[in-house]
């Protein structure tokens, strides 16, 4: 099946700023919605922002808006998380995923997921 990949994370200092990205790779695959959430050792999974494909409208978590930011590149298929002033509780896994509607925010809802892009965020 077709799967995501995501790119860009590493280990930055506080106030730095990354750009990831999530890919499709594969077999193409239908998606209606892309997602990033992230996620802590021992802690639920964060939502931080979706994007609807079609029409490039975006939703965010709610305190997390402003410094994150998505968007996407249709040719390449891609979605793009920018991630502005990190601080060390940015520290994550950042997880891509996929979605056959818009744009839910719960992670049960999501069918495709990559394999994680760890961020790490030094003082």
């Known amino acids: 099946q077709a799967h995501l990949v995501e790119s860009g994370g590493g280990n930055v200092q506080t106030g730095d700023s990354l750009k990831l990205s999530c890919a499709a790779s594969g077999r193409y695959f239908t998606a209606y919605a892309m997602a990033w959430f992230r996620q802590a050792p021992g802690k639920e999974r964060e939502f931080v922002g979706t994007?609807?494909?079609?029409?490039?409208?975006?939703y965010y978590g709610d305190s997390l808006k402003g410094r994150f930011t998505i968007s996407r590149e249709n040719a390449k298929n891609t979605v793009y998380l920018h991630a502005d002033d990190l601080q060390p509780e940015d520290s994550r896994i950042y997880y891509c995923a996929a979605s056959i509607h818009c744009c839910p925010r719960s992670p049960a809802e999501y069918g495709h997921w990559g394999q994680g892009t760890q961020v790490a965020v030094s003082s």
């Open positions: 994007i609807s494909w079609s029409t490039g409208t975006t």
